[in-house]
């Protein structure tokens, strides 16, 4: 009779569960080599399921993967699908395990310092770099839209309410830009935020694609640190960000077209640099409901905004 306790048991069962998973990897990379051997194609499998900002700047990486091994068959699994519609060299397979292909990749949103999100990526995984750019394809837009006046999209949201930028802020900075630029239109994108009232409102109207159309048709981007600054990036459109948890080169390195506005506080980055333990929770300890209780936030002025978009001749091609 089995008198082991139940504690036992269930110790017992992980250490077997972690020795079959062992056992199942070993099997797999032996089946890798051996086809590479052999010179016979593999399959490789890219798990990133992550936010929609980590799974465009990944675009890159899956590009320079099939240029390493343009015979191999480069399967992912994302939580944005539509984003890699027009990527002919990956396939969309959701169901997949790490041990249903030759070759297993874990994206992880880790990124230990290299000059760019794609160039970490590279280094970790062994394949070689080539500075690429995320981009989308999308179609050219009606060219009946007039010229010559500035389009603006907006949104104060974010993840986490400690990343979102006041609803009283960016009202001011629309205002002053309208000032300057009187035949200037405005659309608010966005997802679950508060409506700053100023433009076209499409806020939870669009799905990702229809914001990125969108997004195409405009002269520039304004918004905190979110997926809608990469969405921007990725269609051509340049982008002013506003950073308060995270420090935008260290944590995904430059982009081409964006403006980073970072805070002035001195706890700037705090997620970058890990002394935010928790995402989204402040590492000064502020448990706030809105925007306004964290001075990463509110301390980036909409007249550090303004004089930024001037300085960086981003509507250089426009009129006013």
């Known amino acids: 009779m089995n008198t082991k306790p139940a504690g036992e048991h269930d110790q017992s069962r992980r250490v077997s569960a972690r020795i079959r998973r062992a056992s199942r990897r070993l099997l797999r990379d032996l089946r890798y080599g051996a086809k590479r051997l052999a010179q016979r194609p593999v399959h490789i499998h890219i798990e990133n399921r992550w936010r929609i900002g980590d799974e465009i700047l990944a675009i890159p990486f899956y590009e320079l993967l099939h240029r390493q091994f343009p015979s191999a068959r480069i399967s992912v699994g994302v939580n944005h699908p539509e984003l890699l519609a027009d990527q002919s060299h990956v396939t969309i397979e959701t169901d997949r395990t790490e041990f249903d292909c030759d070759r297993y990749i874990f994206l992880s949103e880790d990124h230990p310092g290299a000059g760019s999100r794609t160039e970490s990526l590279c280094l970790r995984h062994g394949v070689p770099f080539t500075h690429l750019e995320p981009r989308l394809r999308i179609p050219a837009m009606d060219p009946s839209i007039p010229s010559g006046q500035p389009r603006f999209a907006y949104s104060i949201g974010a993840g986490w309410v400690c990343?979102?930028?006041?609803?009283?802020?960016?009202?001011?900075?629309?205002?002053?830009?309208?000032?300057?630029?009187?035949?200037?239109?405005?659309?608010?994108?966005?997802?679950?935020?508060?409506?700053?009232?100023?433009?076209?409102?499409?806020?939870?109207?669009?799905?990702?694609?229809?914001?990125?159309?969108?997004?195409?048709?405009?002269?520039?981007?304004?918004?905190?640190?979110?997926?809608?600054?990469?969405?921007?990036?990725?269609?051509?459109?340049?982008?002013?960000?506003?950073?308060?948890?995270?420090?935008?080169?260290?944590?995904?390195?430059?982009?081409?077209?964006?403006?980073?506005?970072?805070?002035?506080?001195?706890?700037?980055?705090?997620?970058?640099?890990?002394?935010?333990?928790?995402?989204?929770?402040?590492?000064?300890?502020?448990?706030?409901?809105?925007?306004?209780?964290?001075?990463?936030?509110?301390?980036?002025?909409?007249?550090?905004?303004?004089?930024?978009?001037?300085?960086?001749?981003?509507?250089?091609?426009?009129?006013a």
């Open 163 to 319: 990343k979102q930028w006041p609803t009283e802020h960016m009202r001011d900075l629309l205002t002053r830009l309208r000032t300057a630029y009187p035949r200037a239109a405005f659309i608010e994108l966005g997802k679950d935020c508060d409506p700053v009232g100023i433009g076209e409102d499409m806020r939870d109207k669009l799905t990702l694609m229809e914001s990125a159309l969108a997004l195409h048709g405009c002269d520039l981007y304004i918004g905190p640190d979110s997926g809608l600054v990469h969405l921007a990036l990725a269609v051509g459109t340049p982008a002013v960000g506003l950073y308060g948890p995270v420090k935008p080169v260290a944590a995904f390195g430059p982009r081409e077209g964006l403006v980073a506005v970072l805070s002035p506080e001195p706890c700037q980055g705090c997620w970058t640099d890990r002394r935010m333990r928790e995402p989204g929770k402040c590492a000064l300890g502020i448990d706030g409901n809105s925007p306004q209780d964290y001075p990463c936030m509110t301390t980036i002025t909409p007249e550090t905004v303004f004089e930024q978009i001037e300085a960086a001749g981003l509507l250089k091609a426009t009129t």
